[in-house]
């Protein structure tokens, strides 16, 4: 296991500096002068300026100069500062990706307690009217697009029901309360949409295990059809559902970005497109090493459970 994990902690490694370096040149090699374009045409004609900022972006250094400091200061955390704001781009990332982590865990578990019950049920009953029943909520729930459940959801809760807010962000050491209240409704959007996938999933997937001759000998062995069900099949057939969710969170960090707007929830997808409109190079830079760094931890932990769950995938 020692093995096995020190292998994907490598390839975790790996993969960000790649990640960080595509960041770099992607953002560097562009056709244009990006002081230019940050300045705009009335900025560009004050040759102070244009001087201030590209010292303040390294940009008269050679570009491997540049590649070599701007790594350097990555490694140890430091982003540079917003063009925009001025404010540390590693201390907006830390206020902002919390809140992004927050909705999509809180998405992922409504996704997964509702969705395996269904997906069970689904594969177990396939032709009662219960799984033919779970069946049509899959596809419901995948089949909406996130905007369409949401604004339903405002609609429902919010405006008809009038209890919960329609959007909105408090921090949750200022008030608990009125924290999770404006989180629900966005983490049922998330949940609602990846719900449809999850039971689409694991019934697919304990339906094949659920034929295999390992669970016939366990049930000739005399176990009831749910101990066999819960003991032996669902164990094997969680392997490609623990997959799926591990990728839809990684989606998720930079997919949000029309569920934030919706709900004025402050993070880091939001945070993302504002530097793009502003043209906030180290803020674009800062939130794209962040979140492929997230990403490859996310599936870091994927391949660990994955291998703690199936011996044949540490081998």
């Not at 020190?6 to 056709?31: D, Q």
């Not at 004609?45 to 050679?62: S, T």
């Not at 062995?221 to 032996?232: D, E, I, K, N, T």
């Not at 997919?255 to 707007?261: D, F, K, N």
Request: proline share 5%; glycine share 8%; aromatic share 8%.
């Amino acid at each position: 296991m020692l093995k096995f994990l020190a292998r994907r902690i490598a390839a975790a490694a790996f993969l960000i500096a790649v990640a960080a370096t595509i960041v770099f040149f992607s953002i560097h090699l562009l056709p244009g002068d990006p002081v230019l374009i940050l300045l705009g045409e009335q900025g560009a004609a004050n040759a102070e300026v244009v001087a201030r900022i590209r010292d303040q972006l390294n940009l008269d250094a050679p570009l491997y100069r540049q590649y070599i400091d701007w790594v350097s200061a990555v490694a140890v955390g430091d982003f540079g500062n917003s063009l925009q704001s001025g404010v540390p781009v590693a201390e907006e990332l830390a206020r902002r990706i919390p809140r992004s982590l927050e909705l999509i865990a809180a998405g992922l578990a409504i996704a997964t307690l509702f969705g395996l019950p269904l997906g069970i049920i689904a594969a177990r009953r396939r032709n009662a009217p219960s799984g033919l029943a779970a069946s049509v909520i899959a596809v419901l729930g995948f089949s909406s697009p996130v905007f369409v459940t949401g604004i339903l959801l405002v609609l429902l809760f919010s405006l008809w029901l009038g209890v919960l807010p329609s959007s909105g962000y408090v921090a949750f050491a200022d008030d608990p309360v009125a924290h999770l209240s404006y989180a629900l409704l966005p983490a049922l959007t998330i949940g609602i949409n990846f719900m449809g996938v999850v039971t689409r999933m694991t019934r697919a997937s304990l339906a094949d295990v659920l034929r295999r001759d390992f669970v016939r000998a366990a049930r000739a062995r005399g176990l009831s059809q749910a101990q066999a069900v819960y003991r032996h099949a669902l164990p094997n057939a969680l392997i490609p559902v623990v997959a799926i969710l591990g990728v839809r969170a990684g989606n998720l960090l930079g997919g949000t970005v029309i569920i934030e707007a919706l709900f004025d929830w402050p993070g880091i997808s939001s945070l993302l497109v504002s530097a793009c409109f502003a043209r906030d190079y180290p803020m674009i830079q800062g939130s794209l090493v962040a979140i492929f760094a997230m990403f490859a931890l996310i599936s870091l932990a994927v391949d660990v459970l994955q291998g703690m769950i199936d011996p044949r995938v540490r081998a």
